[in-house]
């Protein structure tokens, strides 16, 4: 394949569609797919529509949407005719999706028939032009919530009406889009409640992708299916821009991913490649696995030694992997910090999973590697040519903060030019906000955010996320957070009932004994914990969460809502 004449979306498509054209391309698990040159028909036709209805060159276009193969072409039409795309998460609550509609001044924005609801009937002003993503039509500002079914069903563009006329869309676009021009303005859902702008070029976006082909092939012969929100940087770049710069082919569900969903998809795609956050396996793992490797009293002791143990998890590696479709060569894992022993599982198993550290604001990639080079417990290794140092590095540990320079990172926060500045070091390089430490071969391990640290009287620096690790290797616990409350250290637990309900037969006993049972359970969590780690890192308070903790689409704790 021939090099990018310029490393931007327009050409890296381009190039794609003239090199693979009849290939798959995009396409719902129960759908007929789009192929490249389907795709070619489809984002020049909704560039004419984008034109026709005022959209130039430099203004934004936002996108509130599910996933689904329009979600792709409307992607790449915006930043191919040189207008800035905004993906919005549809799990941002109303009041954050008109922010960012108000903050981003979107001039159009394409909106599926599930997520209208959410801003067709606001007072926006100015209003945006809307266009239905299911269909690309034409939405009639405040139209009638009895009007828009007939709306909805009209047709829109469609590959058949592309075909039946002449077309000459390409003519219109009379901007060179530029490498260093914003091709993504991507608001981010913060553990800390706080949303900005991130403002990414086309270069940052296309050599993110490129440096990570670097450490992970992908070729027009793979098939991922997606289950992570396009509108995230981590699903966006990695598991939709760098499959379409080489030809492969993606498929959508229709439903959330649960098992019963997401199983009988992967029979039948037989993905290659699948990209998910740690929650995904550690439930798998916590529900699924665990359970039936320690079921019984015999196979509990035999899970106890190590020797046995990996060849147990060999054997669940095995059926996970015929799970999956059997032909997976990479489970990609970000977002979050993966659990202790839900990694050993995958390691021990030789599943060919990988780990990779990255943020919205370096578009994401920062680190990872193939499954073959995993070392346990570390997000791989720096990508090529990316400067990155550890920063103000404990003097025992080496620990400090992850800064980086590099093609990746991204232009700044948009019309907040403050804390642009404050993201930067005084010699350029951007502060990550996140505490690791650099080892042999430049592999990288995550130990933290600089925020969630927790300072000990006697003057040490406590990780919550190691000792999160620790309370989450025990069979009843599915997540918790670890947090400092008037100087002592506490950890909040979400329990799993249904381990519990099989050990203690938890349903069927009084209110009275269930809390005796709580109240030891926790103790006993405490007391596990509290053994394997240093004597001013210990727990001295435990509460049970009642309810999942509230998360952002990555699946990490929004941590501010809990302290």
């Known amino acids: 394949m021939r090099n990018l004449e310029k490393y931007t979306l327009k050409a890296m498509i381009d190039r794609t569609i003239e090199n693979f054209g009849e290939r798959p391309a995009l396409s719902m698990v129960e759908g007929q797919s789009l192929t490249y040159n389907d795709l070619r028909l489809m984002i020049d036709e909704v560039i004419a529509l984008m034109i026709s209805s005022g959209v ?7 996108i509130l949407s599910q996933n689904m193969p329009h979600w792709g072409v409307a992607y ?23 922010h960012i509609l108000k903050h981003s001044g979107a001039k159009l924005v394409f909106v599926s028939e599930t997520q209208y609801e959410k801003i067709g009937y606001s007072e926006l002003e100015p209003y945006p032009v809307m266009v239905n993503l299911d269909s690309f039509n034409l939405i009639p500002p405040q139209i009638s919530r009895d009007r828009l079914k007939d709306v909805i069903r009209e047709g829109g563009i469609t590959l058949q009406k592309i075909r039946n006329k002449a077309f000459k869309a390409v003519g219109l676009i009379k901007t060179e889009v530029q490498e260093d021009d914003i091709a993504a303005l991507i608001y981010t859902s913060g553990t800390t409640g706080s949303s900005k702008g991130v403002m990414l070029t086309h270069r940052n976006l296309v050599m993110d992708a490129i440096l990570t082909l670097g450490i992970q092939k992908l070729d027009e012969n ?3 299916i997606s289950v992570l929100p396009l509108s995230h940087t981590y699903e966006c770049t990695i598991g939709f821009i760098i499959p379409m710069m080489q030809g492969a082919a993606i498929y959508y569900l229709d439903k959330p991913p649960t098992a019963r969903i997401l199983i009988p998809a992967m029979q039948k795609i037989k993905p290659t490649m699948i990209l998910t956050v740690p929650l995904i396996i550690e439930k798998i793992f916590k529900l699924q696995i665990h359970p039936q490797l320690t079921g019984n009293i015999v196979y509990r002791e035999l899970y106890k030694i190590p020797a046995t143990r990996k060849l147990l998890h060999k054997v669940a590696g095995k059926k996970l992997m015929k799970t999956f479709g059997g032909c997976l060569h990479f489970y990609g894992i970000g977002g979050a910090l993966l659990a202790h022993d839900v990694e050993r599982f995958l390691f021990e198993a030789g599943f060919p999973y990988a780990i990779g550290y ?3 604001e370096t578009s994401p990639l920062i680190a990872g590697c193939t499954p073959a080079l995993v070392k346990f417990r570390s997000t791989g290794t720096i990508l090529d040519t990316l400067d990155v140092r550890i920063a103000n590095p404990d003097k025992v540990t080496g620990i400090g903060e992850i800064q980086i320079k590099g093609v990746t990172v991204m232009k700044g926060y948009y019309k907040d030019k403050e804390k642009t500045e404050q993201a930067f070091t005084p010699d350029g ?9 650099i080892k042999k071969h430049r592999y990288l391990y995550i130990k933290g955010r600089i925020k969630n640290v927790i300072v000990a009287a006697s003057g040490e620096n406590i990780y919550p996320e190691e000792i999160e690790a620790r309370i989450n290797e025990h069979e009843t616990v599915l997540e918790s957070m670890v947090y400092e409350s008037g100087g002592q250290i506490v950890a909040r637990v979400f329990l799993n009932y249904e381990i519990l309900d099989k050990t203690h037969n938890f349903t069927k006993i009084s209110v009275v004994q269930a809390e005796k049972l709580l109240e030891k359970l926790l103790e006993e969590i405490r007391s596990q914990v509290n053994a394997k780690g240093a004597s001013f890192s210990r727990i001295h308070k435990m509460i049970e ?4 903790f509230e998360k952002t689409p990555t699946q990490k704790i929004k941590r501010f809502l809990y302290q």
């Open 545 to 548: 969460q009642k309810e999942p």
């Open 76 to 98: 790449l039409a915006i930043t191919s005719m040189g207008a800035i795309v905004v993906p919005i998460l549809v799990d941002f609550h109303n009041t954050e999706i008109l």
């Open 358 to 360: 990255g943020l919205t």
């Open 429 to 437: 390089y951007f502060k990550t906000g996140d505490l690791g430490i």
């Open 56 to 62: 130039a060159p430099g203004d934004r276009v936002a």
């Open 222 to 224: 793979d098939r991922l």
